[in-house]
């Protein structure tokens, strides 16, 4: 199938699976504002996919479980799959969907006393052009709560006024959160301040089943630096992989 054709396709199915998304909080576990503590938040997930240079149909996903508040690794489980979904721009979930959903079917056979009750995804939830992104989907197919934490800005046309410099401008004179509001006057997402003196964001969205005030609210929870800790030890782990398989071919 062309590339136009699977983009008209996937666009109608994000449009349907879109009304399945949550925005408001529906958790299994609460936040006080007086204590700025969480109450029943225990084990949080974070998933990334990293793809060889020698082989960009190769992914190696892998899946991080943490305690929480410690951030300790409970549990970790990494795949290597290859992927023969064409890439998209706007429809990266249609391409890793799969390797993800295998991620957590190992996990639900081998430790289901681990299943995240939150889970960070390296990418995208509604701060993107038709508010469907990774997050969303990932969180609308296992029907868990998820966050999307990108690094970098994605630029669509309602948010093209919003420029990546201009924000570590604004973060570099104090601000901690910007709020990513289009021209529609649709909110996509917040750009977030990490710990420390880094004046370059993250940029956090609603996934699924969460606020945005408490997606953004847990990223911070999780974070020692930059990146959340969730998404930053998957992240290592594939990356790890990811560059032994680039060393033995030739």
């Known amino acids: 199938m062309a590339d136009t054709d699977l983009a008209h396709e996937w666009t109608q199915l994000q ?24 109450s029943g938040l225990h084990i949080v997930g974070g ?27 409970l549990h970790q489980t990494t795949f290597q799959v290859s992927i023969d979904v064409p890439y998209i721009a706007g429809f990266l979930a249609f391409r890793e969907i799969h390797a993800y959903k295998q991620a957590f079917a190992s996990l639900q056979a081998e430790r289901s006393d681990l299943m995240p009750q939150i889970l960070l995804v390296d990418g995208n939830g509604t701060l993107h052009p038709r508010r469907f992104g990774s ?33 570590k401008g604004v973060f570099r004179e104090g601000a901690r959160e910007v709020e990513l509001k289009g021209q529609s006057g649709s909110v996509y997402g917040r750009a977030v301040r990490p710990p420390g003196l880094a004046s370059n964001p993250v940029f956090v969205s609603t996934g699924h089943r969460v606020s945005l005030d408490t997606a953004v609210r847990v990223v911070r929870a999780c974070s020692k630096v930059r990146v959340p800790e969730p998404i930053r030890v998957a992240d290592q782990q594939s990356r790890k992989i990811a560059q032994t398989i680039e060393s033995i071919v030739p």
């Open 135 to 167: 997050a969303c989907h990932l969180g609308i197919e296992l029907n868990i709560p998820t966050i999307g934490v990108a690094k970098n800005l994605l630029h669509f046309d309602d948010l093209s006024h919003v420029g990546a410099k201009e924000l």
């Open 47 to 73: 998933v990334d996919i990293s793809y060889p240079r020698t082989n960009p149909d190769h992914a190696i996903v892998a899946l991080s479980i943490l305690s929480f508040p410690s951030l300790s690794l």
């Open 15 to 38: 449009s349907q699976l879109l009304t399945q998304v949550i925005e408001h909080d529906d958790l299994s576990f609460s936040y006080d504002p007086h204590t700025n503590e969480f």
